[in-house]
């Protein structure tokens, strides 16, 4: 499967953006889809995931950010409100089949999109 993620910019602290993640390629609904983001100097770093249904973050941006998904459409949203200067970093989309103890590896993802950069000015 391949992804392609889209959707960054620039942004003041406390606005919105929503990324989109469209998958071609595969059997789309086998996949779990979980973003991560990358800083720079940093490692990547889990934001969140739908697995089964169900919807898992980082406690950095829960309660900010939520993800969607639209089987139908083949595509992964991550809407994120209240955004932060430390939200700031490279956004990617990963698919793969973790189990649920894994869903904050990215080992766990085998399929990954070039990602999308968000910046969040102070």
């Known amino acids: 499967v391949q992804l392609q993620a889209s959707g960054g910019g620039l942004v003041q602290a406390g606005g919105s953006l929503r990324l989109s993640c469209a998958a071609s390629?595969?059997?789309?609904?086998?996949?779990?889809v979980g973003w991560f983001r990358q800083a720079p100097g940093k490692e990547r770093e889990f934001v969140g995931v739908?697995?089964?249904?169900?919807?898992y973050y980082d406690d950095s941006v829960k309660g900010r950010f939520t993800i969607s998904r639209d089987n139908a459409e083949n595509t992964v949203n991550l809407q994120m409100n209240s955004l932060k200067p430390e939200d700031t970093a490279v956004y990617y989309c990963?698919?793969?089949?973790?189990?649920?103890?894994?869903?904050?590896?990215?080992?766990?993802?085998?399929?990954w999109g070039q990602g999308t950069l968000v910046t969040v000015s102070s």
């Open positions: 390629g595969g059997t789309f609904s086998s996949y779990t």
């Open positions: 739908v697995k089964n249904g169900r919807t």
């Open positions: 990963g698919a793969g089949r973790p189990i649920l103890s894994s869903i904050r590896s990215t080992s766990a993802y085998g399929h």
